[in-house]
């Protein structure tokens, strides 16, 4: 089946520093790729949605400058976020849509801000 | 507007017992994706399965089995002599035929007790 791949799984930064989170769509070619937060026992909150070539929309109340999102190539989008501080600590997670499976999670990154 | 709706957050079963987790979906779209995904406490998002506004045929695989209802607007899911390795979050999701946005239900967190 169609494979996601979301490195790194567990990241601890200083606070003021940035952090560059990478999903890569492994077997599949995704125009579309979804980045969520989510916080403990929490439902996914959807944050942007990536599209290849062109910029990243963001939902309501996402800071587009504090969470970048590149997604230059058809099987890489990138969330970077900037400056971070204590309260981005949290789980993100990547999708990519395919054709035939849906929706295909990443396994999540770990962010701490310390 | 589309809307999910898993009304338990939480259920608790003693293994070999059989457990049902509700979904309700709202959606105008006549054409429409659903989803189930289980999110073991590692993190990572598993796809389970994904069934179409036209397909009412309910479906099993091996102890996972789901009742689609359009009646009722519900997608519920059962699993048969519940496992400890069950122990997870399981999230309902609905795609409506005209946007790639996945609308994610809150969850329901499973606990199997041995």
């Known amino acids: 089946g169609a494979v996601v791949s979301q490195h790194p799984s567990r990241v601890i930064c200083k606070s003021g520093t940035s952090v560059k989170i990478e999903c890569r769509s492994l077997d599949f070619q995704a125009t579309t790729m979804f980045w969520y937060r989510q916080f403990p026992k929490k439902s996914l909150m959807l944050m942007a949605t990536?599209?290849?070539?062109?910029?990243?929309?963001?939902e309501q109340g996402v800071e587009k400058d504090k969470f970048l999102i590149n997604h230059a190539s058809l099987t890489l989008s990138t969330l970077t976020v900037t400056s971070a501080h204590p309260e981005d600590s949290s789980f993100y997670i990547c999708?990519?849509?395919?054709?035939?499976?849906?929706?295909?999670f990443g396994s999540g990154t770990r962010l701490t801000v310390v | 507007a589309q809307k999910v709706t898993q009304a338990q957050t939480e259920i608790s079963v003693v293994e070999k017992e059989d457990v049902t987790l509700d979904c309700v979906y709202e959606?105008?779209?006549?054409?429409?994706?659903l989803f189930w995904y289980k999110q073991p406490p590692s993190g990572e998002l598993v796809f389970l399965i994904r069934r179409n506004s036209f397909d009412e045929q309910n479906e099993i695989s091996g102890r996972y089995s789901w009742n689609f209802q359009k009646s009722t607007s519900s997608f519920n899911f059962t699993i048969t002599a519940s496992q400890v390795v069950d122990s997870a979050v399981y999230f309902c999701?609905?795609?409506?035929?005209?946007?790639?946005?996945?609308?994610f239900g809150r969850g329901t967190s499973l606990i199997v007790h041995p």
């Open positions: 999701a609905l795609r409506s035929g005209g946007s790639y946005i996945p609308t």
């Open positions: 959606t105008r779209d006549t054409t429409y994706y």
């Open positions: 999708s990519a849509l395919d054709r035939i499976y849906g929706y295909t």
């Open positions: 990536s599209n290849e070539g062109s910029k990243a929309t963001y």
